[in-house]
Each structure stands twice: as C-alpha cells, then as structure tokens.
C-alpha cells in the first residue's frame, strides 16, 4: 500500500523558514513527478511546486523566488523549503506524487494526508 507523509509544518512569524518533508512508503514501481500543493481556509487546493523526475521544477507565481522544491530519489522523499514566509503562506500542505504501482500499470495520483503550516504576523 503506497502511503505519503508530511511532517514539517509548524507556527513560524513572518519572514522565517521552514521545511516541509514528505516521504513515499509501500511497495510500487517509480515515482515521476512530486509536488507540493497548499489549501487555506475556504479556499480551493492550488500548485505550489513541482519537480520532475527529471529534476525540472515549474512553481505558483507567489512563492517564485522564496520557496524551493527539491527531492532525494534513494529515499522516495520530496522537499519544500520555503523562505520569507508572508502570513498568506498559511494553509495545509499537501504532497503529491505521481507513482507507477507496477510497470504494466500507469501512474496515478497519491495524497498525502497535509501539514499545517501557520506563519503569524
């Protein structure tokens, strides 16, 4: 059973760092992509980063510049470090991962469960 989990997420004041880890476990085949999306309150899940399994990383227009995603292939696990963090950063993080179950199969879509990230002003 393929399972992903958060940890990272915490209360941070405005202008710190933080980082979110999100690791895979179970039994499949490959992971392509990993991403990272965010949920605040009463509002809808958007992207926040992405990295391929190639490396390439595509981010949301406001954490260009603050926030870096990053990942570690001989341990299944993606990262997120975020920098200069705005009381607007806080939400839910969720970890995405493409994952390929078996290689007759075609990936699909894991969750993660979140990690609260709550930057105060």
């Known amino acids: 059973q393929v399972q992903l989990v958060e940890s990272g997420g915490e209360l941070v004041q405005a202008g710190g760092s933080l980082r979110l880890s999100c690791a895979a476990s179970?039994?499949?085949?490959?992971?392509?992509?990993m991403a990272w999306y965010r949920q605040a309150l009463g509002n809808q899940r958007d992207l926040v980063a992405l990295?391929?399994?190639?490396?390439?990383?595509n981010y949301g227009d406001s954490v260009k510049g603050r926030f870096t995603i990053s990942r570690d292939d001989a341990k299944k696990t993606v990262f997120l470090e975020m920098n200069s963090l705005k009381p607007e950063d806080t939400a839910v993080y969720y970890c995405?991962?493409?994952?390929?179950?078996?290689?007759?199969?075609?990936?699909?879509?894991?969750w993660g469960k979140g990690t609260l990230v709550t930057v105060s002003a």
């Open positions: 990295i391929s399994s190639g490396g390439r990383t």
């Open positions: 179970g039994s499949f085949f490959s992971i392509n992509d």
């Open positions: 995405n991962a493409k994952i390929q179950p078996r290689s007759w199969l075609v990936g699909r879509d894991f």
